[in-house]
């Protein structure tokens, strides 16, 4: 009788860990993976009020802006804010994880001030994108393929195109760069503060921020694929960088609290040994706060990288 008792509350025991497991998962997926309109509304507002100082978005507002549409390859739509610089040299800025466009105002300047058009597209599942999936830099590799081809259809100058990205736009900047059918007039990458894996951020997430388990990554990958068709393992910007033919400038602060600097380190290493590439490690500086921590700096790396493997060519 006591061994049965003790097998009964082994059970039950069981079945309550089990209900937390997929309750864990269940949650993780909902607040990590999925994105309501509330949400979306929310990282405007963030984007507009905390990212940007009075001075840039005074600059920003005041300035000629159109907004772009496309469909992507499953079918969704886009959208995109672009600034015309009369230039023949054209920059993609790829935004944070719960962020919208606006977050870019920065950076937007930065790039306008050195003679660059800009186009900030909203992510799927954020801004004005339709979605409610959130891509972590997977899914969007392939719609920047599309924003790409947009702005060759769209421009009578041939234009040479960058790819900036901070956080989860670092990482879907770099999986489109080691895309095969990337563009030929695509020439340089530049990313702040990118995941070297989705699955390792997300699991990090999990472990340093929630306390929960970071195991639950993988329940919350099944979810991903079959709401979302595509699992965080399969993420592996690492990997994907690989691929990559193009100049590499990365930045990463030693201090980041939400994405670890030594996956700078990862991807680093998985990039062609032969590949023109720099990394800046900057002491003292949290997640994506190295423009912030030194603008003159900041922009001067930037610079001096494109004005030797843009500008030259």
């Known amino acids: 009788m006591r061994a049965k008792k003790i097998l ?49 978005y005074n600059w920003y507002k005041q300035l000629i802006k159109q907004t772009w549409f496309i469909r992507a390859e499953d079918g969704i739509h886009l959208a995109a804010t672009y600034l015309e610089n009369n230039s023949d040299k054209t920059v993609i800025l790829a935004h944070g994880y719960h962020h919208a466009h606006e977050q870019m ?18 992510a799927r599942g ?54 095969t059918d990337l563009p030929k007039n695509v020439v340089a990458v530049v990313e702040d503060s990118g995941f070297s894996s989705a699955q390792k951020e997300f699991s990090y997430r999990l472990g340093h921020h929630y306390y929960l388990p970071p195991f639950l990554s993988t329940f919350v990958s099944l979810m991903t694929r079959a709401t979302g068709g595509y699992s965080l393992k399969e993420a592996d910007i690492a990997h994907q960088a690989a691929n990559i033919r193009i100049p590499v400038l990365m930045i990463h602060g030693d201090a980041d609290r939400y994405v670890p600097v030594e996956m700078m380190a990862e991807i680093k290493a998985s990039l062609a040994k032969q590949l023109p590439t720099e ?35």
């Open 8 to 56: 009964k509350v082994a059970g039950i025991s069981l079945i309550g860990v089990a209900a937390s497991l997929g309750i864990s998962s269940l949650v993780s997926y909902q607040m990590g993976i999925r994105s309501s309109k509330s949400q979306k509304r929310r990282a405007i507002r963030n984007a507009r009020d905390k990212d940007n100082t009075p001075d840039s």
């Open 105 to 122: 105002v920065p950076y937007a300047k930065l790039f306008m001030d050195l003679g660059y058009n800009v186009l900030m597209p909203d």
């Open 279 to 313: 990394s800046h490690r900057i002491s003292g500086v949290d997640h994506v706060s190295s423009r912030k921590h030194d603008p003159q700096k900041y922009h001067q790396t930037i610079e001096t990288f494109l004005n030797h493997w843009v500008d030259k060519k």
């Open 126 to 179: 954020h801004g004005i994108s339709d979605g409610n999936i959130i891509g972590f830099g997977w899914l969007d590799r392939r719609d920047y393929i599309k924003w790409i081809e947009e702005i060759n259809l769209r421009n009578k100058t041939p234009q040479k195109i960058v790819l900036f990205g901070i956080s989860m736009g670092a990482a879907t900047v770099l999986a489109t760069a080691g895309e």
